[in-house]
Antibody, heavy 120, light 111 residues
Framework: EVQLVQSGAEVKKPGESLKISCQISGYSFSSYWIGWVRQMPGKGLDWMGIIYPVDSDTRYSPSFQGQVTLSVDKSINTAYLQWRSLKASDTAIYYCARRWSGYGYDAFDIWGQGTMVTVS | QTVVTQEPSLTVSPGGKVTLTCASSTGVVTSGDHPSWFQQRPGQTPRPLIYSTDNKHSWTPARFSGSLLGGKAALTLSGVQPEDEADYYC???????????FGGGTKVTVL
């Protein structure tokens, strides 16, 4: 079964650093891009960025460029989202999602369960 | 900054039909924007419904369909069920430089 399993909820203070994870199982990790999505409390979805595990090619939304860093560890089939210095406005649920694409189609088809990050 | 716009809210009767739309500030939405649609019920993870305009995932109920309509992407729910009450988000692709942008979401109430 294809699964993206995310790390557990975090409670941090402003200024602290954080790295949350998304572990992939059930398919070849290197074959698909992994995207990240933010959902602030009571708000909609915000697309943050995407990373290709093969070569760590990374694309960021202009809104998140310089605010977060995406990375992968191919040895353990895991993607990461990290912050160097958290702000209260980073409080949100963060989802990872697999990008499934080919000629004529493009989809984020499998999603992680989400990681709640609280900064207070 | 590209903006993707959806209706904030729509109400539909059980068994009825409703169409949600997704517009781009850059102009006409095309199949090349690979419009996707997601359903999110309260407290749940977003659930993909439609990709690349009109393709259904294996788990997508037949009553959901996607299309292009009047320069926008559209999601139509036919024979609406009470469990379809949820937030629906569209997602458009704007190329390698900008990536993807979500719409603000449409809250569908079944009443």
């Amino acid at each position: 079964e294809v699964q993206l399993v995310q790390s557990g909820a975090e409670v941090k203070k402003p200024g602290e650093s954080l790295k949350i994870s998304c572990q992939i199982s059930g398919y070849s990790f290197s074959s698909y891009w992994i995207g990240w999505v933010r959902q602030m409390p009571g708000k909609g979805l915000d697309w943050m960025g995407i990373i290709y595990p093969v070569d760590s090619d990374t694309r960021y939304s202009p809104s998140f460029q310089g605010q977060v860093t995406l990375s992968v560890d191919k040895s353990i089939n895991t993607a990461y989202l990290q912050w160097r210095s958290l702000k209260a406005s980073d409080t949100a649920i963060y989802y990872c999602a697999r990008r499934w694409s080919g000629y004529g189609y493009d989809a984020f088809d499998i999603w992680g369960q989400g990681t709640m990050v609280t900064v207070s | 900054q590209t903006v993707v716009t959806q209706e904030p809210s729509l109400t539909v009767s059980p068994g009825g039909k409703v169409t949600l739309t997704c517009a781009s500030s850059t102009g006409v939405v095309t199949s090349g924007d690979h419009p996707s649609w997601f359903q999110q019920r309260p407290g749940q993870t977003p659930r993909p419904l439609i990709y690349s305009t009109d393709n259904k995932h294996s788990w997508t109920p037949a009553r959901f369909s996607g299309s292009l309509l009047g320069g926008k992407a559209a999601l139509t729910l036919s024979g609406v069920q009470p469990e379809d009450e949820a937030d629906y988000y569209c997602l458009l692709y704007f190329g390698a430089a900008q990536g993807w942008v979500f719409g603000g979401g449409t809250k569908v109430t079944v009443l």
